[in-house]
């Protein structure tokens, strides 16, 4: 004679052992997932502390930028090329010196990064610049598709506003 309790447990224990042997690969790739683009953010910035250009190789060409709050830079960008030059550039062509990343934290789960740090430099006129910042992140293939800025949008405004830009 049969016992339905021991086969419906077994037969409970067999689908819960396939769905662990069916899971198990996407499961496994998420911590690589993770580690992978939060390393490609924490080197990007890196770079830029030393010097470089925390976009080179890790914003898409196709990148979406968006920087919420109001005023002239606030918006959405569709494009590497447009959010650096329309964003990016009136505010560093104003700057004497570089703009130094100080990161406070990255936290990266899966496709998605945040990095929150503060950024100072000195402006054309001989001023301080200085700005905290919330990036978030959509990675896909190692680069950014997807960005979001929070940062104190008036003390930009003011940069750009009251100074020269560099010429070259």
């Known amino acids: 004679m049969r016992n339905p309790v021991r086969n419906t447990a077994l037969r409970s224990m067999l689908h819960a052992g396939a769905f662990a042997v069916l899971a198990a690969p996407a499961l496994a790739d998420q911590p690589d997932t993770t580690a992978r683009n939060e390393a490609l953010v924490r080197a990007a910035f890196d770079r830029w502390a030393t010097g470089g250009s925390v976009f080179d190789g890790l914003l898409a060409p196709d990148v979406r930028w968006t920087i919420h709050g109001s005023g002239p830079v606030a918006g959405t960008y569709e494009s590497r090329d447009s959010?650096?030059?329309?964003?990016?550039?009136?505010?560093?062509?104003?700057?004497?010196?570089?703009?130094?990343?100080?990161?406070?934290a990255i936290w990266a789960v899966e496709d998605t990064v945040i990095v929150r740090f503060d950024g100072a430099a000195t402006t054309t006129s001989g001023a301080a610049y200085e700005n905290q910042f919330v990036w978030?992140?959509?990675?896909?293939?190692?680069?950014?598709?997807?960005?979001?800025?929070?940062l104190d949008l008036v003390a930009y405004q003011q940069v750009v506003e009251n100074n020269e830009p560099v010429t070259e």
């Open 136 to 150: 978030i992140f959509r990675m896909e293939h190692g680069q950014v598709v997807e960005a979001e800025a929070f």
């Open 83 to 104: 959010f650096v030059e329309d964003a990016s550039v009136p505010l560093f062509s104003r700057l004497s010196s570089p703009l130094v990343p100080d990161v406070h």
